[in-house]
């Protein structure tokens, strides 16, 4: 039994050894750089709907509402942690982004945006479980 416990151990440190990479921090710099130099930008936009998506960082699930100017719900979502929904398209104008969360000591959050064609926004749910500052990006 004392043997067994000693090949154990050997064994595990064989392996922490065995798994350990020999790549240099500059060649890890050079790739990088590459596949940033290889971005294809955005294609031109053609007065498309604007789009928008949740990405939810946080520790619960939330509802994601899309709500346009006329006050009629575009799209009900239910997202959860970790996960990120598809982009969701909508007409453009004043629109409200509700998050509702059924979790006690989480608060509900509303962002008002006025959307136009060509663009989307990223609403993102922080690990605190609450709404960053909204990422709006123009497709032209």
Do not use: H
């Not at 619960?60 to 990120?84: H, K, M, R, W, Y």
């Not at 629109?95 to 609403?123: A, P, Q, R, W, Y």
Request: charged letters at 15%; a negative charge; aromatic letters at 6%.
């Amino acid at each position: 039994m004392n043997y067994l416990l000693k090949l154990s151990v050997a064994f595990c440190l064989l392996f922490s050894v065995s798994s350990c990479t020999i790549d240099s921090l500059e060649d890890s710099i050079d790739e990088r750089s590459i596949n940033t130099n290889s971005v294809v930008p955005n294609q031109a936009c053609s007065n498309q709907d604007p789009k928008s998506k949740l990405i939810n960082n946080g520790t619960v699930a939330f509802t994601f509402q899309i709500i346009d100017s006329n006050n009629n719900l575009i799209e009900l979502l239910e997202v959860a942690p970790g996960a990120t929904s598809s982009w969701i398209s909508f007409s453009e104008g004043d629109t409200v982004f509700n998050l509702d969360s059924n979790t006690t000591g989480v608060s509900d959050d509303k962002v008002f945006i006025n959307m136009t064609n060509c663009s989307e926004v990223e609403i993102i749910v922080n690990s605190g479980n609450q709404i960053d500052t909204p990422i709006v990006n123009n497709l032209n």
